[in-house]
């Protein structure tokens, strides 16, 4: 019986998937339902101040954000988060798909790391990486002296190196991005085929300092491919029910200071540990966690 309560309580939480200002991420600052049901909140002035620091939020971060970011924050985040290492294990199951490939290009790149990661299981592969912001692009650049890095804006419709390449790769970049339809349709034809990957469930407040606009679900980001003009030819969901939403319900009580920062050897044993509990979610199509291949008709 507690086994069947725990897996209702999973499903129940998983159902919960925001678009682009759901109803649920203002009444999460609504102590009563009045946000819901249209009618004017009791706590007033109080209620009106946390949707408005809600909406600043949800602005778009700028270079700085993502710069300080890289340079501070994020890198042990992206190397030993057990989330983060099973979704380039994603990726790479992807790229296997594409079989034989010359050239790979990882676009809002970061520090370089998945593009890193990726040119070990590709070996000889050209290799191509744009992030938005300059520090990461420096980051990159010393990781991968023999890639070819630029900064670019991936909303702007020039590509980035000239070129098309076999394979793209997107990670955990268009949630970020406010034109998201704009930059997916660039970046798909900026390759012939294009990995994605971005997060779904609910807009949660450690996503939202992180700079997250939004979250998808499997139709929403289909939906959002086929009007970029790209052909999905796989899309799955990962994660439940360890990952989601049992890690990251406890992960989002501890706060975004808890996941980012330099991490600690105690740290680090804990995240190994998760990451090997991790591959259970691999039996079950569910899960916040959003992998998709889809391929550019006119390349």
Known sequence: MAGLFFLGRCLRFKGAACGWLPDDLFSAHCPGTA?????????GEQCAGNRQKTMRSLLM??????????????????????IGRHTRRLIRKSLARCGRIGSLGDFGCGDGSLLQELSIATPGVELFGCDYASASVEQSRKRLPNAHIVEHDVT???SPFGRRVDVGVTSEVLEHIEDH???????????????????GGALDETSREMGHLRHYTKDSLKELAERAGLQC?????????????????????AGYGAVTGQYSAGKKLLCHALYSLFFLNDFF???????MLCRNPKA
């Open 35 to 43: 946000v819901r049901s249209g009618v004017a909140c009791p706590f």
């Open 61 to 82: 971060k700028d270079n700085d954000f993502y710069s300080k970011s890289w340079a501070n924050d994020w890198s042990d985040m992206k190397r030993y988060s057990p």
């Open 156 to 158: 702007r419709a020039e």
């Open 181 to 199: 339809e704009a930059a997916l349709r660039n970046m798909g034809s900026w390759c012939k085929r294009l990995i994605v990957t971005v997060p």
């Open 233 to 253: 030819e796989e899309i799955r969901e990962w994660g439940f029910p360890f990952a989601y939403p049992w890690y990251a319900r406890m992960r989002n009580r």
């Open 285 to 291: 199509d569910s899960g916040n966690k959003l992998v």
